[in-house]
């Protein structure tokens, strides 16, 4: 074991050493001056991580709370008695879907099998015949690792003169998002996904001619109603009920480091490390869920090859210090899941490579023993073409 977990997850992350120093920061007042300061600049820093041109007509809010905060905030507060149509192709659109449903009447739902592109066309005859206000969709598929097009889907909302929002929890930090060429009025996510921080804060980038909207709906929630988080950012620069105070500073030094390493400089050393990874495991015989063309940068969705249970695997990664993560709804079992986020080194990526390696030659080898006393080659990856003829069980 090593003295840490490697987090080969789509978060949390391993922290960069900063980040533990800025969250042992000095106890301060969320009703003082130096929270306003730090909140200004957490919002100053996500207007540039977003590379806003027209700086001055957006804002931030920053929640306390998971990345599904900031989502169900979005889906509380923006559709008020409108309809809003959620574009689904996985579990977190599923999920935006089930939230929209708790808080708008009027809600509609474009659903295509997990892993899946939209059909374009599809959306637009469904635009055409009725009458939608707000049109949300993940950006970064996480379930299945697919990005989805923002370009396109924001040009059919303008066309309709819909709203566009956007679930960025997994891509934000870490892929261009451009809120204006893309017509996005409002974007989530998360501290503890790309952006590289601790779990526990969210936020809400958008425009500010939409956040002025808000206040014309009744969101049916306290905590997470947008407009208020928007009223006390206007009038006070502050949140409307207690932050999680050491996040903020955590988070405000994860985006200082971002924009010190300049923002496109480390979306392409995401994406290195992201083709690092795929190209060690290509040579290991895995293949992906879907093509490497439609994946976002911060993780690899794997299929598990046959004769191995992701838990067996997951389990002897754990003893190496691997974490990585499982398939979940219809990828259960089907599927695990590479991260590379946070704070991990190229000698990381090649240290997981070997471990993977050792996993799999240990599991196959294991599983070629209970099928027939011949033993598989050492050192060679064999895929057993029968990996039905034993039960699961057996193999743990
Ligand atoms: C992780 C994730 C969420 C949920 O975020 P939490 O921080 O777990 O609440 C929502 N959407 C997407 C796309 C995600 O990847």
């Given at each position: 074991m090593l003295d840490k977990y490697l987090l080969f997850t789509p978060?949390?992350?391993?922290?960069?050493?900063?980040l533990r120093d800025a969250i042992s920061n000095k106890d301060i007042c969320?009703?003082?001056?130096?929270?306003?300061?730090?909140?200004g600049s957490i919002e100053n820093k996500l207007i540039s991580l977003f590379q806003i041109r027209n700086r001055a007509r957006y804002r931030a809010v920053v929640i306390t709370?998971?990345?599904?905060?900031?989502?169900?905030?979005?889906?509380?507060?923006?559709?008020?008695?409108?309809?809003?149509?959620?574009?689904?192709?996985g579990e977190f659109g599923g999920r935006l879907h089930k939230t929209s449903n708790i808080h708008n009447k009027r809600t509609h739902l474009i659903e295509v099998p997990w892993g899946t592109p939209f059909d374009l066309n599809q959306i637009e005859l469904y635009l055409a015949a009725h009458q939608i206000d707000v049109i949300a969709m993940v950006h970064h598929e996480t379930c299945s690792g697919m990005l989805n097009p923002l370009a396109q889907i924001g040009a059919l909302a303008k066309a309709n003169g819909a709203l566009f929002v956007v679930d960025g929890v997994s891509s934000v930090g870490a892929e261009v998002i451009d809120m204006e060429a893309c017509n996005i009025a409002f974007v989530s996510s998360s501290s503890s996904k790309a952006i590289g921080s601790y779990p526990g804060l969210s936020f809400v980038v958008g425009r500010k001619k939409y956040f002025k909207q808000l206040k014309h709906h009744a969101a049916k929630t306290t905590y997470l109603n947008l407009a208020t988080f928007y009223a006390f950012l206007k009038d006070h620069g502050q949140t409307p009920n207690t932050p999680a105070v050491p996040l903020f500073f955590a988070l405000e030094q994860a985006l200082a480091d971002i924009l010190?390493?300049?923002?496109?400089?480390?979306?392409?050393?995401?994406?290195?490390?992201?083709?690092?990874l795929r190209v060690g495991m290509r040579r290991l015989n895995l293949e992906f869920l879907i093509d490497e063309a439609d994946m976002c940068s911060i993780l690899t969705t794997v299929l598990v090859p046959p004769s191995i249970s992701v838990r067996n695997l997951r389990a002897r990664l754990r003893e190496k210090s691997i974490i990585v993560y499982e398939g979940k709804g219809c990828f259960a079992g089907k599927v695990f899941q590479v991260g590379n986020i946070?704070?991990?080194?190229?000698?990381?990526?090649?240290?997981?490579?070997t471990a993977l390696k050792d996993v799999l030659l240990t599991l196959?080898?294991?599983?070629?023993?209970?099928?027939?006393?011949?033993?598989?080659?050492?050192g060679r990856?064999?895929?057993?073409?029968?990996?039905?003829?034993?039960?699961?069980?057996?193999?743990?």
């Open positions: 978060g949390p992350v391993n922290v960069a050493e900063t969320h009703r003082e001056p130096d929270f306003d300061a730090l909140l709370g998971s990345g599904t905060a900031a989502n169900e905030a979005i889906l509380s507060s923006v559709v008020g008695k409108g309809a809003i149509l959620i574009l689904s192709n010190r390493e300049g923002v496109i400089k480390r979306y392409a050393r995401i994406k290195a490390r992201a083709e690092l946070g704070e991990l080194s190229d000698y990381d990526i090649r240290f997981f490579l196959q080898a294991e599983a070629a023993e209970l099928v027939s006393p011949v033993k598989s080659k050492a990856l064999v895929m057993l073409p029968t990996p039905d003829r034993f039960p699961a069980k057996v193999v743990s």
